[in-house]
């Protein structure tokens, strides 16, 4: 069954960290593109991070750059979101999505181009 399922989310404080998962089941995340979208209460879906499986750039929404960073793990078949200095303004759900292509700076933030989506994980910052 191909499956995809983020986790590590949870309550946090302004300025504290967390890390998020994103692990596969039925297909390899290594040889996919994968992607960081958040969904704010009340507000559209939109791109965190990318990371490209064509070259393994990454590509980061202004709002985070510098504070999140996009990694695949030592352990096949995982990819992280760490996230320091959380805002809150990161509160929302966290979903990953796949993308058989490598994407570009004009064109990760599509979400019609990711084929697989996992359920998302609620991130929350608060005081």
């Known amino acids: 069954q191909v499956k995809v399922v983020e986790s590590g989310g949870g309550l946090v404080q302004p300025g504290r960290s967390l890390r998020l998962s994103c692990a596969s089941t039925?297909?390899?995340?290594?040889?996919?593109?994968v992607a960081w979208f958040r969904q704010a209460p009340g507000k559209k879906r939109e791109g965190v991070s990318h990371i490209s499986v064509t070259d393994g750039s990454r590509y980061y929404a202004d709002s985070v750059k510098g504070r999140f960073t996009i990694s695949r793990g030592r352990v096949r078949n995982t990819v992280y979101l760490d996230m320091n200095d959380l805002k809150p303004e990161d509160t929302g759900v966290y979903y990953c999505?796949?993308?058989?292509?490598?994407?570009?700076?004009?064109?990760?933030?599509?979400?019609?181009?990711?084929?697989?989506w996992g359920q998302g994980t609620q991130v929350t910052v608060s005081s």
């Open positions: 999505a796949t993308a058989g292509d490598g994407l570009d700076g004009g064109t990760w933030t599509r979400e019609d181009e990711y084929d697989y």
């Open positions: 039925g297909f390899n995340l290594d040889f996919y593109s």
